[in-house]
C-alpha cells in the first residue's frame, strides 16, 4: 500500500475522501431508496461486501424495537440480493451482536464483529443463520445515535464475503469516519421522528422535486414526465405535505438541504470508543 512522504498510507485517505463527497450527496429529503444508496456508498469501502443499513431504536443488549425503514448493497459481481425485511425485522428482532452500550445522539461506534461476539454463537442465532447463508462469515458492525425515541440508531453491517482476506484496521478507520457524514445526512433527511412509508418520497416525487428545483412551472414538468398538470400538482401538494413546507421556496430549500428536516446530530467521538483505538483518518 503507497504512503505519503509523511509514512501515513494513502489508499485509505483516498477512498475515505471520494466517500465522503458522495454521502453528501445523499438525498437531504426521506426517500424510498435512501438506504440502499447509502448502504451502497459504505459497500464501496472494501470490495466483495454486502452492506446493509437501517435506522431503528436499539437496546444495549442488541434487541431491535423497532426498524423505520432498512437498505441494502451488493457488488454488482456477487449478484445477491439481501431480504432486508428478514435481517431488519420491522418490530422485534436481534441483531445478534450488541454494541458495550447503545450510543447516545452524537456518539459512534465501529468494531469487527469477531472481536465482540461469540462468532459460533452469532452463526447459531437467527440472523446469524440468515448472514451465513449468504455467505458473510465477519461482519464490521457500527452503531450511531440519532435524535428522538431512546435507543434511535443508525445501524450499519458491512458482511465480508472474502474469507481470505480479514477486516483490516484502516476499514475499521474509514467507517468510523464516514458514519458522521452519513448521520448528517441522515438526520437532515429523516429528522427526529420516527419514518413512516407515507412520509418518504416515492420515485415519482423525487422526479417533480427535481424538476422543481429547476425553476420549472406545474405545466412544464407535465409535459416533461408526460403527465397531466393536474396528476403533477397533486404530487406537488404531497411534497409540501410530506417536506412540512408551506411555500415552493421552503420546498426547493428542504430539497438542497439548505433547511433539514431535524437537528444535526454530527456525531463526535463520545464515551463510546472503537475498541482498538483506530485512528480517525480526518476530522468528522
Not at 445522539?105 to 440472523?127: C, F, K, N
Not at 397533486?234 to 410530506?242: G, N
Amino acid at each position: 500500500m503507497e504512503k505519503t512522504h509523511s509514512g501515513v498510507e494513502t489508499k485509505p485517505l483516498v477512498i475515505a475522501a471520494d466517500l465522503v463527497a458522495s454521502i453528501c450527496d445523499l438525498p437531504a429529503v426521506a426517500t424510498q431508496d435512501w438506504c440502499d444508496r447509502a448502504a451502497g456508498e459504505l459497500a464501496r469501502i472494501r470490495p466483495r461486501t454486502l452492506t446493509c443499513l437501517g435506522l431503528g431504536s436499539i437496546r444495549d443488549d442488541g434487541s431491535i424495537t423497532r426498524i423505520e425503514v432498512a437498505g441494502a448493497a451488493c457488488p454488482s459481481l456477487d449478484r445477491r440480493t439481501v431480504d432486508t425485511d428478514s435481517l431488519y425485522p420491522g418490530s422485534v428482532g436481534h441483531l445478534g451482536w450488541a454494541a458495550p452500550q447503545t450510543p447516545a445522539p452524537g456518539e459512534i461506534w465501529v468494531d469487527r464483529l469477531r472481536t465482540t461476539t461469540d462468532i459460533e454463537r452469532w452463526q447459531r442465532s437467527a440472523r446469524g443463520k440468515k448472514w451465513t447463508m449468504l455467505g458473510v462469515n465477519d461482519l464490521v458492525i457500527g452503531l450511531a445515535g440519532l435524535t428522538g425515541e431512546p435507543g434511535r440508531c443508525l445501524v450499519v453491517e458491512l458482511g465480508i464475503l472474502d474469507t481470505n482476506h480479514p477486516v483490516m484496521e484502516w476499514e475499521l478507520a474509514v467507517t468510523r469516519t464516514l458514519l458522521p457524514h452519513v448521520v448528517r445526512r441522515a438526520s437532515m433527511a429523516f429528522g427526529a421522528h420516527a419514518s413512516t412509508p407515507g412520509n418518504r418520497l416515492t420515485n415519482r416525487e423525487q422526479q417533480v422535486l427535481e424538476h422543481l428545483s429547476l425553476g420549472k412551472s406545474v405545466k412544464q414538468i407535465a409535459e416533461d414526465l408526460s403527465r397531466s398538470p393536474h396528476t403533477v400538482h397533486d404530487h406537488v401538494k404531497s411534497l409540501h405535505r410530506k417536506l412540512n413546507a408551506s411555500s415552493r421556496g421552503e420546498l426547493i430549500a428542504r430539497a438542497l438541504g439548505h433547511i433539514g428536516t431535524g437537528a444535526d446530530t454530527t456525531p463526535t467521538v463520545g464515551r463510546i470508543e472503537i475498541a482498538r483505538k483506530t485512528p480517525s483518518l480526518m476530522s468528522a
